[in-house]
């Protein structure tokens, strides 16, 4: 729930897929996302994406939170996916607020150790868990009712922190044990039972 004192500053609208904060940029206001959803990625110097976390309604991101403490530039990219609205505190009122309202305090430190501890998680993820293990994960927890998952080899790629290279070699390998059907923006799972073995075993 958010602190009522934050009704006092101006919501403002972005559009879906529109760059909030680039790589670099100093950040001079604190973003709380009301609605929507915000993708937030770091990129490597040969093109390489690999989300970090999404923002969503209620949220905070705690890279802004880091750099509005710190006095440091965003190090990562932070995209809508959704439209957006979202309340706007400027810098100045931002550290003002963290000394004189213990609820926004609570609200700021709360959600940045929860976001902390996941982005920990998925890190941990990324470097001990094999691309197999990551791929039959994001498979089994993002598919549909039909149990269809509409996402390209390459966005499969971001969001586990491979290559696409990679995950079209496995996503092949497991078509051809009959476990999945591949069409073209699509990934229907065969044998969903057999997948959950996989990653359990």
Not at 114 to 135: C, K, P, Y
Not at 146 to 157: G, W
């Amino acid at each position: 729930m958010l602190p009522e004192i934050l009704q006092q500053y101006p919501e403002i609208q972005v559009p879906a897929d529109q760059t909030v904060l680039s790589q670099g940029q100093h950040c001079e206001n604190c973003f709380v996302i009301t609605q929507g959803c915000v993708k937030v990625f770091g990129r490597s110097a040969e093109g390489r994406e690999l989300v970090l976390y999404r923002i969503n309604s209620g949220e905070i991101c705690v890279l802004t939170t880091a750099c509005l403490l710190s006095n440091d530039s965003f190090p990562a990219e932070a995209i809508s996916e959704t439209a957006v609205t979202a309340r706007v505190i400027p810098l100045q009122d931002f550290r003002r607020l963290l000394g004189e309202s213990e609820g926004f305090r609570e609200f700021v430190f709360d959600g940045f150790s929860q976001r902390l501890a996941n982005l920990m998680q998925q890190l941990e993820s990324i470097t001990l868990a094999s691309v197999d293990q990551r791929l039959l994960r994001y498979l089994l927890s993002n598919t549909n009712h039909k149990q269809q998952l509409h996402a390209t080899h390459q966005y499969i790629a971001i969001e586990i922190g491979s290559a696409r290279e990679v995950v079209s070699r496995h996503l092949k390998s497991l078509e051809k044990q009959g476990l999945i059907r591949l069409q073209r923006g699509c990934i229907e799972l065969v044998s969903r039972a057999e997948l959950q073995a996989m990653l359990t075993s």
